[in-house]
């Protein structure tokens, strides 16, 4: 098992996929791994999509170029209404509450040798459309999944990483 660390550093978007669906053991841990996650006083205003049958690939291949292929992909919506709003000025915790369970997902996925890679290419009045969403729910993000291709490779720019004297300050 690796620790965490690890995990993190080892996972990168994976974009060729074997052209499997997500085993349904593997899928059920991912979004468990989601409906885990934190989000502000646990409100958890968000919804999950799968999108595994012919008819939703191609409504998610309607909304995105970048489906890579895949047989099974994560749609993850946060709720205008039910996010929590902070008080100071407004702000709503859904594109985070939602981003966090995405990150659950992604990380879940990755610890189960299942390649994701995070999509937000994509046009979210087609997502709404396609998907039939309520106005309330805002698409967020599209987990692509499945399992690396035997050649599949991190991009070019997986390991570029800025120095972290411009990404660090200590106050
Ligand atoms: C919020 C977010 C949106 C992203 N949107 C896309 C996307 O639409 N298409 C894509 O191919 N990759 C997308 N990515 C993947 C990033 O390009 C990728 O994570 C980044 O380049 C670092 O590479 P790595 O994931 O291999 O470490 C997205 C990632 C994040 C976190």
Not at 64 to 89: H, N, Q, Y
Not at 106 to 128: I, N
Request: aromatic residues 10%.
């Amino acid at each position: 098992m690796k620790d965490f660390l690890s995990l993190a550093r080892a996972r990168y978007s994976v974009r060729k996929f074997t052209g499997e669906p997500v085993r349904p053991e593997d899928l059920e841990k991912i979004i468990e791994a989601g409906l885990v996650a934190p989000t502000a006083r646990n409100l958890q205003p968000f919804r999950i999509f799968i999108v595994s049958s012919e008819g939703g690939l191609e409504k998610l291949r309607r909304c995105t170029k970048c489906d890579f292929g895949t047989k099974t992909a994560l749609l993850v919506c946060a709720s205008k209404a039910e996010s929590w709003k902070r008080p100071f000025d407004g702000a709503s915790s859904g594109w985070v509450d939602a981003s966090i369970v995405t990150t659950h997902m992604m990380m879940e996925a990755s610890d189960l040798g299942v390649g994701s890679t995070w999509v937000m290419w994509f046009d979210p009045a087609a997502a709404r459309a396609e998907f039939e969403l309520p106005e309330d729910l805002e698409p967020v993000a599209f987990l692509v999944m499945g399992y690396p291709a035997p050649d599949a490779a991190p991009a070019q720019g997986h390991s570029a990483f800025r120095p972290d004297s411009e990404l660090i300050r200590r106050v």
